[in-house]
């Protein structure tokens, strides 16, 4: 071995010890749980201000739509500490937020599409001075009547992008009329808060090149970089947009974060100092897009065993006043109308429809969770028509490995739903818990309970194909400590450590020598979203790729000063192995770079296998599929629409988990989250589409008390993923939230309960006044 790799040689291999264990797969804390619990961890509102910090706050008018006449902004300007006020003449280049519709000016100009639509900015000395400056404006409008509902939006037939259609089958209709059982329903669903624990907030900071480095909570810091650069009308290498971390996203900072993130290095651009915006809660929840409304009217036909033979849906979604993430959503929503489920004939034709409301967004799940709640709806109708065991109904439908294929044309090569279901329904003891729930149901007037055990199927990819790649930068330092930074935004989901795992086992180091920096959009300016749980799949696998082509560097280094063949060289614990010979990771990369050997590397993937054809309505839009289960039971008081969650079991297909406990938690959250949208979560409007529920007084979220007490979380083990992923690991962070269908599933038996063989007419969400709607309406005889 060469003079630097002498550490130890001549010391014999200790062959007794046996391979470090793996660190994939170990349940390893959050790399930012300490900070957490200390109460120290830095989000973009703790980062130190620099001298000089100016503080900006949006303003806008309080109405709903209108052609803006007069802006007067002189008291605006004579507040205390009034630095400048910013309006659509003050931007450079472009007033334009989206990358391609043309429909989100960053501040408006000539017209007002929402309430809640910024028209200008108050840059002051102070955050307080700034908020309390914005209402002094006068704006005066010549108001028109908003379309602020989707009945609204539906009669005026205002589509905002063109209708999806999904078809499968000869003629559905002719099937339909053929079915010996034959139902129809509607459904309304509502579009929640993200209620991100961080609100909107970005930091702007001017160089002395002309360019920003910008700290913003995003999922996309690159998206906001582009933006930022554009309406500057400067090159994008000038503007560093820089996340660490962002305190809760959920969808709403994939393209959100982009306005006040605009708006800060607008101020930081005209003043040429520091620039912070943030939002306060309130102005959050008013100013920033939700997930989509829907309704949705449905037919199904199914023969007296409960096997479906044809399904007929139009959905409506609301999008409010611009496209943003409109399409995505649309085509999540399409592709998950069939959940687990296998129909023979099905016609889909999904609208999107505009509101004057601040433009819909994308929420977790990217339109998955409406798909699935149609697909749950129908299964519970179809069940609770025929007096059949909701479960049977669920099980005869399911799809038939190796025969069915979805209604785009994709077999599931993987599916092991009937498996994964059969487990979950002998471990939850759900036949026996049935038998007691029925006799309890007979025996009490008013406590009624329900049982379901509902399935997802959930597709993994976008179906943007330019997002379906990913790059890294990894750089092995002289003290033998390795730098990665990778493209995507930690939001708490763990990405960090997780990446830092792969990579650690790749190197055979303890978790401490890898330092995950920070995404930047100018390191890496083709990352793509946070998003739709491929971030682990896309950069962990690119890690790897880079981690190799460093791995093999070295051991071809020690190989070549040793003579020793690279097949016998490893890497484990710390030290290189060589033979009989070891030696630390750190004298071997410090050799290597006196031999100038280079010890940075890229590492890139390109998601391969899918495709999607639009125009079609075929191909392979996803490249795997998560599959779960949960049994929920609930009690449900029918004179107050009160609920209870009494016991949930859930099974998670995770493939070959990374980090245990923390995909066990991500599966605890996204449950919750899809109870709190399922069942209490209501966004109110008024005539003029200004957001009512504006602020936690109003908006209900889930509680501690909202978990269940009998709360049961495992992990399905022993099908690691066939696809190309990074150790067999499936995507975790949002197929949870639908787990959360089987208590709105409950809740529909339990109300079915008063009436055998009627089904509820049940909205989302299922609020106590929703539940007793549908009693009323059951009673009455108009619900089923």
């Known amino acids: 071995m ?143 009547t908003p379309v602020a509902t ?72 690159s998206h906001v970089g582009r933006v930022i650069a554009r309406m500057l009308g400067i090159p994008e290498a000038l503007v560093a947009c820089e996340c660490r971390r962002a305190g809760g996203a959920f969808g709403g900072k994939q393209t959100g974060a982009t306005q006040w993130a605009a708006l800060a290095a607008l101020a930081a651009h005209v003043t040429g100092r520091p620039a912070r915006c943030r939002l306060e809660r309130s102005e959050d929840m008013v100013m920033t897009g939700k997930g989509h409304a829907a309704h949705v009217g449905w037919r199904v036909g199914a023969d007296r065993g409960g096997r479906v033979v044809a399904v007929d849906v139009a959905m409506d979604l609301a999008c409010g006043a611009a496209v943003d993430l409109s399409e995505r959503v649309a085509e999540g929503a399409l592709f998950h109308l069939d959940n687990a489920y296998f129909y023979p004939e099905l016609r889909v034709l999904l609208r999107r429809l505009r509101t004057d409301c601040v433009p819909a967004t994308a929420w977790r799940g990217t339109g998955a969770p409406h798909g699935m709640l149609v697909a749950e709806q129908l299964m519970d109708a179809v069940a609770l028509s025929l007096k059949l065991d909701p479960l049977d109904v669920r099980k005869r439908n399911l799809y038939r490995v190796g025969r069915d294929v979805t209604p785009y044309g994709l077999p599931l090569s993987d599916n092991v739903a009937l498996p994964l279901i059969e487990e979950l329904e002998r471990t939850a003891d759900y036949r026996a818990r049935r038998k007691a729930i029925a006799h309890h149901n007979y025996e009490s007037e008013i406590l009624k309970k329900g049982i379901a055990l509902t399935p997802i199927k959930v597709g993994a990819a976008f179906t943007d194909q330019a997002l379906n790649r990913a790059e890294v930068h990894m750089a092995i330092r002289q003290d033998g400590s390795v730098e990665l930074r990778h493209g995507g935004a930690e939001l708490g989901q763990g990405l960090n450590v997780k990446l830092a795992q792969i990579v650690a086992d790749e190197f055979g180091l303890d978790l401490g020598r890898i330092v995950v920096r920070p995404a930047s959009s100018t390191m890496l300016p083709g990352s793509g979203p946070t998003a739709s749980s491929m971030t682990l799949d896309l950069n962990g696998t690119a890690a790897r790729r880079a981690a190799e082509t460093l791995k093999k560097r070295l051991i071809d280094h020690a190989a070549a000063v040793t003579g020793i063949d690279p097949r016998l060289i490893r890497l484990d614990r710390g030290t290189i192995v060589a033979g009989d010979h070891r030696s630390t990771f750190a004298a071997l990369v410090d050799s290597a770079v006196r031999a100038r050997l280079p010890l940075a590397a890229q590492g890139a993937y390109a998601m391969p296998k899918v495709s999607w054809d639009r125009q079609r309505g075929q191909g392979r839009p996803f490249l795997y599929f998560v599959y779960g289960a949960a049994c929920s039971e609930v009690t449900v008081d029918t004179l107050t629409g009160e609920m209870r969650i009494d016991r949930v079991d859930i099974l998670q297909d995770c493939g070959t988990s990374l980090n245990p ?36 007084a109003a908006y209900k979220v889930p509680l501690a008390t909202t978990i269940p ?43 079915a309960a008063l009436k055998p063989g009627a089904v509820p007419a049940l909205d989302v969400p299922a609020t106590p006044e929703a539940v007793m709607r549908a009693v009323r309406r059951l009673r009455s005889g108009a619900g089923g």
């Not at 840059?123 to 028109?144: C, F, W």
């Not at 309304?188 to 970005?202: S, V, W």
């Not at 991500?666 to 949208?677: L, M, P």
């Not at 190309?724 to 089987?742: F, I, N, R, Y």
């Open 2 to 144: 060469s003079i630097s790799l002498k550490v130890a040689a001549g010391r014999k291999a200790d062959r007794t010890a046996g391979p470090e264990p793996r660190l994939v797969g170990q349940s390893c804390p959050h790399d930012d749980a300490p900070g957490h619990v200390r109460g120290t961890t830095a989000f973009i509102d703790d980062l130190r201000e620099p001298v000089g910090t100016v503080h900006v706050a949006p303003g806008f008018v309080e109405a709903g739509s209108g052609r803006i006449q007069a802006v007067d902004l002189e008291a605006v300007r004579r507040a205390a500490e009034m630095i400048a006020v910013l309006t659509a003449k003050d931007i450079p280049a472009a007033n334009e937020l989206s990358l391609g519709a043309g429909d989100q000016p960053v501040l408006a100009h000539d017209r007002i599409l929402y309430h809640g639509q910024p028209v200008f900015a108050v840059v002051a000395a102070s955050h307080r001075a700034a908020r309390r400056a914005v209402r002094l404006a006068r704006i005066t409008l010549d108001a028109e």
């Open 150 to 221: 989707l009945a609204e939006a539906a009669a005026a037939g205002g589509e905002i992008a063109p209708s999806l259609c999904l078809r499968k089958g000869g003629d559905p209709d002719a099937a339909l009329a053929l079915a010996a059982l034959k139902l129809e329903g509607s459904l309304t669903i509502g579009g929640p808060e993200h209620l991100y624990l961080e609100t909107q907030t970005a930091l702007a900071i001017p160089d002395h090149d002309g360019g920003l480095s910008v700290h913003c909570s995003t999922q996309h810091a």
């Open 661 to 696: 406990e923390i995909d066990r938690g991500q599966v605890e959250g996204g449950f919750i989250q899809g109870v709190g949208w399922l069942t209490m979560e209501e966004i109110v409007r008024d005539e003029s589409g200004r957001i009512l529920t504006d602020g936690l």
């Open 709 to 751: 007490a009998d709360f049961r979380v495992r992990l399905f083990t022993g099908r690691p993923n066939r696809e190309t992923t990074v150790h067999g690991t499936k995507a975790v962070g949002e197929p949870p939230l639908m787990l959360a269908l089987s208590v709105f599933s409950a809740i529909t038996q339990a109300i």
